[in-house]
């Protein structure tokens, strides 16, 4: 049987995201067919369309997406803790732009009852990288003051979220455009990193999330008080700021987590978490939601479905 995807054969520009027919794949005894009714766009897909999927070691040609939410359509004999029929949502890395996805049990979470399909793609990655950035890496603590950078996209405004949740003062840098949009997610401050250098304005941070690299990482070691933690998604810590401002520095790579899954689930269901959509393309048109995903025009996720 065939599905529709979005595959590549090379990587490279938006281009190369070819909509073809492929082979429907059959679950081992380990894993479950999953019919993905939407998926999100992450850049990292398209840094992996980029060359990264390269240097990850992975071979083409290749489906792009990383996380999604549908039914499982068909299971292997070893799944206990799903049957056919249920909804469901999951963070992979690569196979999500498609009609159906093999995942393991381990990548799978119970769909939030409450959210449509749409919102349930737009959060497992963006939420389990903010929650393993936030608690298994900085160990967040009730009372604590964390500085969230990008706190108008994804992976930020889940970890806003997250940290208040958790009862910590929350600080939220992003473009002034969005700073109605940041203090509604329940952030404590709000800096507009265009018009403000944060460092002017901000000191003695217990952690500083850091979704952006370069200088901003830079400049983030000194707003710290001493062995707090300054946690990466996309920056190597500097040894000789660590050691001259007394701080700790890590730079992450999410992980699937059953257990976070269902946590993140159970937080949507009460209404502790809320996400947003920026817009909605059919599948056969991935390389425009790449486009407005880099262009960023929108803010939200942008969601894909097959
Ligand atoms: N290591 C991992 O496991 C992992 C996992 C997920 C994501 N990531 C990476 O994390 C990054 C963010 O992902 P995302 O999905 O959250 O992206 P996104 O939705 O595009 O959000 C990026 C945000 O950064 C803000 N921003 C840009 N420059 C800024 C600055 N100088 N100071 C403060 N905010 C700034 C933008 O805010 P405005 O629009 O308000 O200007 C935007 O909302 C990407 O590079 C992604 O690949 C890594």
Redesign the pocket.
């Known amino acids: 049987m065939k599905m529709k995807a979005i595959q590549i054969n090379d990587y490279g520009d938006e281009d190369v995201l070819k909509y073809v027919a492929v082979e429907r794949p059959e679950p081992e005894d380990d894993e479950l067919l999953v019919k993905i009714i939407a998926a999100a766009v992450?850049?990292?897909d398209i840094?992996i369309r980029n060359g990264k999927g390269k240097k990850f070691g992975m071979n083409l040609p290749l489906i792009v997406g990383a996380d999604f939410a549908g039914t499982v359509e068909n299971i292997g004999g070893g799944i206990k803790k799903f049957k056919a029929g249920d909804a469901v949502y999951g963070k992979i890395l690569i196979g999500c732009y498609s009609e159906y996805v093999i995942v393991k049990e381990i990548e799978l979470g119970r769909k939030p009852k409450n959210v449509d399909f749409i919102s349930a793609a737009s959060l497992p990655?963006?939420t389990l990288?903010a929650w393993q950035a936030i608690f298994d890496n900085a160990h967040l603590e009730n009372g604590q003051k964390i500085l969230v950078?990008?706190?108008?996209?994804?992976?930020?405004s889940m970890a806003v979220q997250l940290a208040k949740a958790k009862g910590a003062y929350v600080i939220g840098?992003?473009?002034g455009?969005?700073e109605d949009f940041v203090n509604n997610l329940g952030a404590d401050a709000f800096i507009d990193?265009?018009s403000k250098d944060f460092e002017t304005i901000v000191k003695d941070m217990d952690v500083v999330f850091d979704?952006?690299g370069g200088d901003?990482h830079k400049r983030s070691y000194q707003v710290l008080k001493e062995n707090g933690i300054l946690v990466s998604?996309?920056q190597e810590p500097f040894e000789e700021l660590m050691q001259h401002y007394k701080v700790q520095a890590k730079?992450?790579?999410?992980q699937p987590n059953p257990e976070q899954l269902e946590a993140i689930t159970q937080m949507v269901e009460a209404g502790q978490i809320k996400t947003e959509i920026g817009q909605v393309f059919p599948l056969s048109e991935a390389k425009k939601a790449q486009i407005q995903?880099q262009d960023?025009n929108v803010?939200g996720k942008i969601i894909l479905e097959p």
């Open positions: 992450n850049p990292v840094k990655m963006a990288t950078h990008g706190a108008s996209g994804s992976v930020g840098s992003a473009s455009s969005n990193y265009k979704p952006i901003t998604l996309v730079i992450m790579a999410s995903s960023r803010r």
